[in-house]
């Protein structure tokens, strides 16, 4: 990725509850990052702090 994706990947803002239910998180890394983040938040902290627990053990 050169510096101009990842300018605009940083800029980009998300819903916390859109990202959630894109990524299919739980509700409670759902409210993790609403914690974290509030309502809104660049799309790159959303991919980089949003933890998936795998549903294969």
């Not at 998300?14 to 759902?30: G, H, I, N, P």
């Not at 660049?42 to 294969?56: E, G, M, P």
Request: aromatic share 10%; no cysteine; proline share 2%.
């Amino acid at each position: 990725m050169d510096k101009t994706n990842a300018a605009i990947l940083s800029e980009e803002l998300w819903s916390v509850f859109d990202f959630a239910r894109r990524y299919r998180l739980e509700k409670r890394e759902e409210n993790r990052l609403l914690m974290l983040f509030g309502p809104y938040a660049s799309a790159h902290d959303l991919l980089t702090n949003a933890r998936r627990h795998s549903l294969i053990s």
